[in-house]
C-alpha cells in the first residue's frame, strides 16, 4: 500500500511541477504544452475575427470566458488532480505482468520516427473516434458528453468544454488502445498532440474551412458543425463523429453535411433546461433527475 501512495504523491507532484515549469518557461519549448495551447488559441481566434463564417457571430460569443476556463481546467487542473490515480493504475497492471512490452501486437522500434508517428496518430485518432461513439450511443455516457454539446454558438475553445468524466472514459481506452497496437508512446509524439489541438480548434472554430480533398480525411469546421447541430437526421443518436480525422465517418458511414451556410441551431433537445454554469454543468451527469433532459 506504501508503494502505491508514494506513486501516487510522486505523480501528482511532478505534474504540479511540470505545469509550473511550463508556465516558466523552464521546460523544451517542443514539451510546453501550456503556452502552446495559448499560442494556438490565439492563432485560430485571430482567424475566427479577420475571416468570421457567421458574420453575425460576435468576436466575445456565447460562453467564450466559460468555454475558456474549460480549456485550462480539462488540459491542466484536472490533469494535475488524475495524475496520481492513473499512475497507481499503471503500477497496479505491472504487478500482474501487464506492460506495454506483453501485450503489444507489434514492435514498431525500428520504423522510422515519423513512421512511428503516424500509426500513432492513426491509431490514437480511431480508438477516440470509436469513443466517442459510444458516448452518444449510451445514456449513461450521453449524460456526461451533454456538456460539449451544450454549445450553442461555436468557436475554437469549445473545443475543450467537455465533463471531467469524459476523461475517465477516453483516457484508459485511448492508453489501452496504444498499448495493444503499438507497445509505447513515441518520444516525438508532442508533433501529434500539438497537432490534435490545432485540428480540433479549427475544427470548433467560426471560420470556413474544408480543406479541399482532404476533407475526406481531416476532419473540419463545416463537418464537424453538423456534430453538434439540434435537429439530426431521423433516426440518428449523432453523425460526424471524427476526432482529428474525417476518414472513420466516410468508411462507416457516420458521415452527414446536408449543406454549409453554417447557419444551423446548435445543441440538443431540451438543452433550456440544461445548467449553464461550470459547477452545475459538472455535477449534472451524476443525479438523476424526474424530469430529465432527453
Do not use: C
Not at 97 to 112: H, M, Q, R, V, Y
Not at 189 to 199: D, G, N, P, R, T
Not at 242 to 247: D, Y
Not at 280 to 294: E, L, V
Amino acid at each position: 500500500m506504501e508503494k502505491y501512495i508514494n506513486a501516487f504523491v510522486n505523480a501528482f507532484y511532478g505534474t504540479i511541477d511540470w505545469t509550473w515549469k511550463s508556465i516558466a518557461f523552464e521546460v523544451p519549448w517542443y514539451t510546453n504544452y501550456f503556452w502552446g495551447l495559448i499560442l494556438i488559441s490565439l492563432f485560430v481566434w485571430v482567424l475566427e475575427i479577420l475571416f468570421p463564417w457567421r458574420k453575425e457571430q460576435s468576436i466575445f460569443r456565447k460562453d467564450f470566458w466559460l468555454d475558456g476556463f474549460y480549456m485550462f481546467f480539462n488540459f491542466f487542473i484536472f490533469s494535475i488532480a488524475i495524475s496520481g490515480f492513473y499512475k497507481v493504475l499503471q503500477e497496479i497492471f505491472e504487478n500482474i505482468g501487464i506492460t506495454n512490452k506483453t501485450i503489444a501486437l507489434f514492435d514498431p522500434s525500428e520504423w522510422s520516427m515519423w513512421i512511428q508517428l503516424l500509426v500513432f496518430f492513426i491509431v490514437l485518432d480511431f480508438v477516440q473516434w470509436f469513443t466517442h461513439i459510444l458516448l452518444h450511443k449510451f445514456p449513461l455516457f450521453w449524460r456526461f458528453h451533454k456538456v460539449h454539446h451544450s454549445v450553442k454558438e461555436m468557436g475554437f475553445a469549445a473545443h475543450l468544454r467537455y465533463h471531467w468524466m469524459e476523461n475517465i472514459l477516453y483516457k484508459p481506452l485511448k492508453t489501452f488502445g496504444v498499448m495493444i497496437l503499438f507497445g509505447f508512446e513515441p518520444e516525438q509524439a508532442y508533433i501529434i498532440h500539438f497537432l490534435a489541438i490545432a485540428i480540433g480548434h479549427f475544427n470548433h472554430s467560426n471560420i470556413k474551412i474544408t480543406w479541399g480533398p482532404l476533407k475526406y480525411i481531416i476532419n473540419n469546421p463545416v463537418m464537424h458543425l453538423y456534430h453538434h447541430a439540434y435537429n439530426l437526421p431521423e433516426g440518428k443518436y449523432g453523425v460526424n463523429f471524427g476526432i482529428s480525422l474525417s476518414l472513420w465517418d466516410y468508411i462507416f458511414k457516420t458521415n452527414y453535411i446536408p449543406e454549409d451556410s453554417g447557419k444551423i441551431e446548435l445543441g440538443f433537445s431540451g438543452d433550456e433546461k440544461f445548467p449553464k454554469d461550470f459547477l452545475s454543468q459538472n455535477t449534472y451527469g451524476f443525479f438523476k433527475r424526474k424530469k430529465d433532459i432527453n
